[in-house]
């Protein structure tokens, strides 16, 4: 069984920055797509970016330009790096695994963006 391990959310001031991490671990691999999704409280959750296998990018159009989304295949890792963060990221942020067409969530790790 895939097991998705979030972090490094928290609380941040509006413009600045963090980076989220997803630690992937059992029988996944470098050729599933992968990628991260957010939950605001009382709205539905939704897609931020993804990154396939061969490390194509897809973005969200709020995060176009201000997240990029990465991976280490090696440590089975996919990142997140937020900058210029606003009040309106704030959310749950989710990584999320496609392992052919069976989808896996991690737990989630909570960013806050507030002064």
């Known amino acids: 069984q895939v097991q998705l391990v979030e972090s490094g959310g928290g609380l941040v001031q509006p413009g600045g920055s963090l980076r989220l991490s997803c630690a992937a671990s059992g029988p996944i691999f470098s050729i599933n797509p992968m990628g991260w999704y957010r939950q605001a409280p009382g709205k539905e959750r939704e897609l931020v970016a993804t990154?396939?296998?061969?490390?194509?990018?897809n973005y969200a159009d709020s995060a176009k330009g201000r997240f990029t989304i990465s991976r280490e295949h090696a440590k089975n890792t996919v990142y997140l790096q937020m900058n210029s963060l606003k009040p309106e990221d704030t959310a749950v942020y989710y990584c999320?695994?496609?392992?052919?067409?069976?989808?896996?969530w991690g737990q989630g790790t909570q960013v806050t963006v507030s002064s």
């Open positions: 990154i396939t296998g061969g490390d194509t990018t």
């Open positions: 999320n695994a496609n392992l052919w067409g069976v989808l896996a």
